[in-house]
């Protein structure tokens, strides 16, 4: 039988909030308390499912109850309860780790929704605890390797975050493997076994993004000749997962916001409201704070988005990580190709610890998977290893100093020679081309950037392509901090 606790210095207030309960739980132990020093006794004493606590009491108001209940319980699910214009103190509230908040004068359905959810993830614990206590579950980041402490510092705080479903904000370069955070906060959480929604909001054209995420209804626009589902509905139970969160328009931010705060949507072409239970997780490359300080992000959403940040460091601020990961992705990788690499000579491994990584883990991956090809042993050698790396150190002075390269420096670090070869078919045509035109085009951006003194639109123009196709062809040659 659930045990609930219900904290208000106002009478009528604990009594309606009883009848909820009374009416949404089939069968529930209800006790009360007056203020926040006697509910701080009533948590000390008993074990509860949920606790309903007024952010204002006297004697003790709920922030400070909150923050004592959580040292003498870890797991405690409580619930806010805010007057209006108290938003920032309930954000704070969600920051010291209350599971939700509702604001008087409240509906009575909203407030069911939030027992619903609440008691259901009390439940969820409960059961978590007891496979824990059993040794069957163990906390488990397999495919995020790190020993530095930058990376212990964020494994800390995934751990603090699993039994708790506050929003989570991942932050990071281009490749350093935000994703993979979102999958290990999903997978080691509650909502395991739910449903990992996984939406990259810049790969999707504005005008689709909307019914991408709240569906649409059978001729809401041309081309609607069916009914749809989207995204957050889909996850519903489980995690969704939003990637490039900067990206998205003014319009679809405020309906995201919508959703963070009232947890329901509206199937585009439709005005029935549906209710969703989701676990918010976002992850941007980008400075959302300075975005919100130029207008170019809602400030709002930006609050509820940041609730609990993570920010993932480049890996060129992680160097002592990447002997660890040299092995991890031979060890992956051997299998796969059908290789027995076993070691990386010292040569060749000074070179992978002096390049700057500007793709991060992401590039170094691809990088030990085209050198295990090129590998003439089973060690890796200095000259297995890219031309683009090798010729490195060159080009980052250059580029430090501010000095952009000509073009016939930037062919000499290429390699046209090794491409070209025609004694050495060990690369298939297509990458060849690919390495050849990639670095064509990062050159040639390059170029529009310094030339438009980094406006972004003024480089788009120049290159006779999109603003947003700009910024994706950024991220993908991590052209953001280029001097212009």
């Not at 207030?13 to 132990?29: A, K, P």
């Not at 390495?435 to 123009?461: F, M, P």
């Amino acid at each position: 039988m659930p045990r609930v606790l219900i904290a208000d210095d106002e009478e009528n207030i604990r009594f309606t909030l009883h009848e909820v309960l009374r009416r949404e739980l089939t069968s529930c132990q209800v006790d009360e308390a007056r203020d926040g020093v006697q509910a701080l006794e009533f948590v000390e004493q008993n074990r509860y499912d949920l606790v309903m606590l007024d952010i204002r009491m006297p004697r003790m108001d709920g922030m400070a109850a909150l923050k004592k209940m959580r040292e003498i319980d870890p797991d405690i699910i409580v619930v806010i309860i805010t007057a209006h214009g108290t938003q920032k103190l309930a954000m704070e509230a969600l920051q010291a780790g209350a599971y939700d908040y509702f604001t008087k004068p409240f509906e009575l359905n909203e407030v069911r929704i939030v027992v619903r959810r609440a008691i259901e993830k009390s439940r969820l614990l409960r059961q978590l605890e007891h496979m824990r206590s059993n040794d069957r579950l163990r906390y488990s980041f397999d495919e995020i390797i790190g020993q530095s402490s930058s990376m212990q510092d964020v494994f800390n705080l995934i751990e603090r975050v699993l039994d708790n479903d506050v929003t989570v904000l991942v932050t990071g370069e281009s490749g350093t493997g935000k994703e993979l955070v979102a999958s290990a906060i999903h997978k080691n959480s509650a909502r395991t076994g739910k449903p990992l929604i996984k939406v990259n909001t810049a790969a999707i054209p504005e005008q689709l993004l909307e019914s991408e995420l709240f569906g649409h209804e059978r001729g809401a626009f041309t081309g609607a000749i069916a009914q749809k589902v989207g995204k957050v509905e889909a996850a519903h139970g489980g995690t969704l997962f939003l990637d490039e969160i900067g990206d998205m328009s003014f319009p679809l931010q405020a309906k995201l916001l919508r959703v963070l705060q009232e947890r329901e949507i509206e199937r585009v072409g439709s005005t029935k409201v549906m209710k969703v239970d989701i676990r918010v997780i976002a992850a941007t490359n980008r400075d959302l704070a300075l975005m919100v300080e130029k207008g170019e992000f809602r400030e709002d959403l930006y609050y509820r988005l940041n609730v609990l940040p993570i920010h993932l460091p480049p890996l060129r601020k992680r160097r002592d990580d990447v002997p660890l990961l040299i092995d991890y992705f031979i060890g992956l990788y051997n299998p796969r190709l059908k290789r027995n690499v076993s070691a990386v000579s010292e040569g060749a491994l000074q070179k992978l610890l002096n390049y700057a990584w500007p793709g991060n883990i992401r590039e170094l991956e691809n990088t030990i998977q085209r050198t295990m090809l090129m590998a003439k042993s089973n060690t890796i050698q200095t000259d297995d290893l890219p031309p683009t790396l090798l010729g490195e150190n060159k080009l980052a002075s250059r580029a430090t100093s501010g000095e952009f390269p000509e073009a016939s420096e930037v062919f000499d670090d290429l390699d046209l020679k090794s491409l070209l070869a025609t004694d050495d078919f060990s690369h298939p045509l297509a990458d060849r081309l690919q390495s050849i035109s990639d670095h064509i085009e990062k050159y040639l951006i390059r170029a529009a950037l310094k030339s438009s003194k980094g406006h972004r639109q003024e480089t788009a123009d120049l290159l006779g392509i999109s603003r947003k196709s700009l910024h994706n062809k950024m991220v993908r040659y991590n052209l953001f901090d280029e001097p212009v």
